[in-house]
């Protein structure tokens, strides 16, 4: 891929695409604008988080019954926060959150827009110093406007999205977002503080020689899962030789890595979680989104992923995402 060296930042990025469309408001620029000062603030404290206490357990559990780190409620607080005060959203979904949160206030009920997002995905990984990542969704209210958002607003199918990304805080902080225009990816500046375009266009190469998995629950994954497995260290036809097995347990990392450079990722169910443990809605719908964009497939194993009729907030499903023809050859395996 070509790295685009024009110095362009988010805010001019945004500015000139809503240029071509004499109609926009700017409502949606405006929410990716805050999107990235809150991940400008996530990227602070985790590049400090050893100096202060900030790492470890906070304590308690979140609604998925997961431990909750203390960066895990910062980043919340600082995503909910700027969404809170500005003007392009009507209220958020979060990992962290029992419940959806309607911001139900004069601007914000005239807001065109929701967001659900896992605030930083890969926590687990934060005490040992793994690149972690912000995921988030962006749709278009289907309630009346005027009035304050409601449920319907956020269990909407992935294909109505209009905006997905993902922040990947890692040797740099990058910002990675698609549109139905295209996927563009942003990294920090710290120099400046400024998210500048440097991977314009992003296409997920069609063939790739990496698959993703957690071969530790190999025996709990359907036979299905085990044999493409087995596929994969073998003789394929795409590459000639087997694909090379990179797994770092943080799935902005994975995917982001597989998004570049080609591959498949795989979170299977197993027998003891047959729905899987990733969240439909604010981590696979946004990434299926994005790589979909790019040309890549998403699905659950049997359906695209962004076709499911969601039922609540915090869905799980398997996930199964990458390059089309390592996305063929997983379907094709019997």
């Given amino acids: 891929m070509l790295i685009n060296r024009k110095i362009q930042t988010l805010d001019e990025f945004t500015i000139q695409q809503m240029r071509d469309f004499p109609n926009a408001t700017g409502e949606l620029s405006g929410l990716l604008r805050d ?35 203390k960066l895990d409620i910062f980043a919340n607080n600082q995503f909910m926060g700027v ?27 005239q807001s065109k827009y929701v967001c659900l997002f896992d605030p930083l995905d890969g926590s687990s990984n934060i005490d040992v110093n793994v690149s972690i990542g912000t995921i988030f969704s ?48 942003f990294t920090l500046d710290q120099a400046v503080g400024e998210f500048t375009l440097s991977h314009p266009d992003i296409k997920c190469p069609e063939v ?3 698959y993703s998995v957690n071969h530790g ?5 359907e036979e299905k899962v ?22 770092i347990g943080s799935m902005v990392a994975d995917v982001h890595r597989n998004l570049i450079k080609g591959g498949i990722f795989m979170y299977p169910g197993t027998t003891e ?22 040309g890549g497939i998403a699905t659950d194993g049997k359906q695209r992923i962004l076709e499911i009729q969601p ?24």
């Avoid at 085990?226 to 797994?247: D, F, L, S, V």
Wanted: hydrophobic letters at 35%; aromatic letters at 10%.
């Fill in 273 to 294: 979680k047959p729905n899987g443990k990733l969240r439909l809605l604010y981590e696979c719908n946004p990434f299926a989104f994005i790589v979909e964009i790019a």
């Fill in 35 to 69: 999107i990235g000062l809150a991940a400008k603030r996530v990227h602070v404290e985790v590049n400090k988080a050893g100096l202060i206490d900030i790492l470890g357990d906070a304590g308690t559990m979140n609604v998925q019954g997961e431990e909750v780190k």
């Fill in 138 to 185: 962006v749709f278009r209210r289907v309630s009346e406007l005027g009035k304050p958002a409601t449920a319907a607003d956020f269990l909407q199918q992935g294909i109505k999205q209009v905006a997905a990304g993902y922040i990947i805080y890692g040797s740099s902080t990058m910002l990675v977002y698609a549109t139905r225009r295209g996927a563009n990816g």
């Fill in 217 to 221: 629950n190999f025996f709990q994954y």
């Fill in 83 to 109: 969404l809170r005060h500005g003007i392009s959203c009507a209220g958020i979904g979060s990992e962290e959150m029992d419940d959806i949160v309607v911001f139900d206030d004069d601007i914000s009920n």
């Fill in 208 to 210: 790739g020689k990496i």
């Fill in 226 to 247: 085990q044999r493409y497995i087995h596929q994969c260290q073998k003789k394929t036809k795409a590459t000639g030789g087997p694909y090379t097995q990179r797994y």
């Fill in 311 to 334: 039922k609540e907030v915090h869905e799980r499903t398997p996930f199964f995402i990458g390059s089309k023809s390592m996305m063929e050859e997983f379907e094709q395996t019997k």
